[in-house]
């Protein structure tokens, strides 16, 4: 499925109780990008990218300056531990951001790609706040 057109099959699909916004964000030369807002987690947009074999789904957390200096090998290891009890998810640290994603098959059913947006929007709330301890105020 194309980014174009899951963006517009999102704007009018609610799951799971939750509806979705979705645009996509311009990047002439570049890949395109969707960004998609889950109901109730306007905060950490979800990006999702395609390629030729996967649907890419990245929520970024926090940047890298906002963890608290002596606590960012324990937040680590907390990432790396976290990583097996997050379902569909898993942790990345993209530049000087910790993000959190999933991927799918570019032939996965609109529907599996909807859980797995509706469920990267949930696992990010719960890892923020799995790490807050970690992060300044």
Do not use: W
């Not at 680590?76 to 999933?102: C, H, M, Q, V, W």
């Not at 098959?105 to 990010?124: K, P, Y």
């Amino acid at each position: 499925m194309e980014l174009d057109e899951l963006s517009i099959k999102l704007a009018s699909f609610e799951t799971e109780g939750v509806g979705f916004e979705s645009f996509m964000i311009a990047n002439p030369g570049e890949q395109d990008v969707l960004q998609v807002i889950v109901d109730g987690n306007d905060e950490l947009p979800i990006f999702v990218t395609k390629t030729e074999e996967q649907l890419l789904c990245i929520s970024y957390l926090f940047a890298d300056e906002e963890v608290k200096d002596d606590l960012k090998n324990e937040l680590n290891e907390t990432l790396l531990r976290l990583n097996l009890p997050i379902p569909l998810s898993a942790f990345a640290k993209i530049d000087n951001r910790y993000a959190i994603f999933g991927a799918l098959s570019v032939n996965s059913s609109f529907d599996d790609i909807t859980h797995e947006l509706v469920t990267l929007a949930d696992n990010a709330i719960e890892a923020l706040d799995a790490v807050t301890p970690y992060l300044n105020d």
